[in-house]
């Protein structure tokens, strides 16, 4: 057992303390540009604007340029000049994509007679078709809806991938169950192994589903890419959610099918609430001896 570091819970009772007053509004248009100088480049720094993001959110009218930041699509250094020809050449490099999958696709359907539905299948299945919705709807050009998902799989290290992030994800939060909660792990325990791996859609789909609007996706979305609290707060937002269903599932002793079903009934869920409760929750993670498998993974 290890224990986490008083600086990194500091940073755990910061992150909490903002469920305890008011929240400000989110961060505006003019406040946004308040943060950059004359040339374009970020006045504040990286962990100052994600603490906010964090604590605050953004207004509608800043998400499109900021999440360009924290997904990594424009460097935290750049300049404004450099912003746009980094632009210009995502455009051009996404462009010389489409055209090489139209020259490569007619051999793919040639070689593979399943191709496009396999193709169609592996998109549903994953949900990533909803998902990109959402980027088309932020955004105005293709090039920038492709680059942002990319990018976005990648910041959040493919947590919504199946055989890749999502499996990590689901027994990791059995793990979180196990240390936080040893009587609701032992009735899981008890009821199939099947009982937590079930609730995969929360991660397939980045929890899209549970929330009353898109505005209340994008700003759990942009916290998950800020990367505050911790790495991998997706699993402290599914373990919140799970707790809000706690009482009911030891009550009536549900098993597997009627565990999900109740997760599934969870909708119209509040962002800012959700979040404030998985601070919490990692507020609590922190001020105990961590197993090391917690601490890599969250830290």
Avoid at 48 to 61: A, D, K, M, T
Avoid at 66 to 88: C, H, I, M
């Amino acid at each position: 057992m290890t224990t986490l570091s008083p600086e990194n819970s500091l940073s755990a009772r910061q992150s909490a303390s903002f469920i305890l007053v008011k929240r400000k509004p989110p961060i505006d248009k003019t406040e946004w540009d308040s943060f950059f100088d004359e040339n374009g480049h970020l006045a504040k720094s990286r962990d100052f604007i994600c603490v906010n993001i964090l604590e605050r959110g953004l207004h509608p009218f800043v998400r499109t340029e900021a999440w360009k930041f924290l997904t990594g699509y424009f460097s935290w250094q750049s300049s404004q000049d450099e912003r746009l020809t980094v632009d210009s050449t995502r455009r051009k490099n996404y462009k010389a994509l489409c055209e090489m999958y139209e020259k490569i696709q007619p051999l793919l359907e040639n070689l593979h007679r399943n191709f496009i539905e396999t193709r169609n299948n592996i998109k549903y299945q994953q949900g990533f078709h909803e998902m990109v919705m959402l980027f088309q709807l932020m955004v105005e050009h293709d090039h920038e809806t492709f680059w942002l998902f990319q990018f976005f799989l990648q910041k959040t290290e493919h947590s919504c991938v199946l055989n890749i992030g999502v499996g990590k994800n689901l027994d990791m939060l059995s793990t979180l169950i196990t240390f936080l909660d040893p009587v609701f792990a032992e009735h899981l325990k008890g009821k199939g192994a099947g009982a937590v791996q079930s609730l995969f859609p929360w991660f397939c789909l980045c929890f899209q589903p549970a929330f009353k609007s898109f505005d209340d996706v994008w700003r759990l979305w942009e916290v998950l890419l800020s990367g505050k609290p911790c790495r991998n707060f997706q699993v402290l937002v599914a373990y919140s959610m799970l707790q809000m269903v706690r009482e009911q599932v030891l009550q009536e002793s549900m098993g597997g099918d009627d565990i999900l079903l109740a997760c599934n009934n969870l909708i119209d869920l509040d962002a800012d609430e959700l979040i404030s409760a998985a601070c919490v929750v990692y507020a609590e993670l922190i001020q105990k001896d961590v197993p090391q498998i917690l601490k890599d993974f969250f830290l």
